[in-house]
């Protein structure tokens, strides 16, 4: 995937996602309300599942703090295939780069065939988030916590 990180980013390591970094799947299937008229997925349904899989990550780094205080600054979605009402999709999310006050994710949404055994899937979606540290009540950012950091670079 391809890596977007902000001039004030500290690359956590350029390797993460190729060694087991911090990162967190979600299986879903494209519902009846995930397509648009065309009858393939709408835009949003790509943001959705991706957000899923960025819960699921903080859940697993146990960073329950991470959503009230890290609102988007910066998103970008490509799309490269079409996804069908029925289809399994599987949502990666992995953390690409952790900078003073931000951090930025990157995802892949892939779409794969009903029934095929060892299927990788064709990339329907990919793109980055980055999100800002933003304190309840601050109005700007502010470094992330010691134990975020901690949490997120373990094994960095």
């Known amino acids: 995937m391809p890596q977007s990180v902000p001039d004030n980013a500290r690359l956590v390591r350029e390797d993460k996602y190729l060694d087991g970094g911090p990162e967190a799947k979600v299986e879903r299937i494209v519902e009846w309300v995930d397509t648009d008229a065309s009858g393939h997925q709408h835009n949003s349904a790509i943001l959705r599942w991706v957000e899923s899989a960025e819960a699921e990550l903080f859940r697993n780094l146990d960073l329950p703090d ?25 949502a990666t999310v992995r953390i690409a780069a952790l900078g003073r006050t931000s951090m930025t994710m990157e995802f892949e949404v892939r779409g794969h065939s009903a029934g095929a055994a060892g299927d990788a899937g064709e990339v329907a979606a990919f793109g980055s988030v980055t999100t800002a540290h933003v304190p309840p009540g601050a109005t700007s950012a502010h470094p992330w916590p010691e134990h975020f950091v901690a949490a997120v670079t373990a094994g960095a």
Do not use: D, E, H, T
Not at 66 to 90: D, E, M, T
């Open 66 to 90: 991470y959503f009230p205080s890290a609102p988007r600054v910066q998103q970008v979605i490509n799309y490269k295939a079409k996804l069908w009402f029925g289809q399994r999709v599987i």
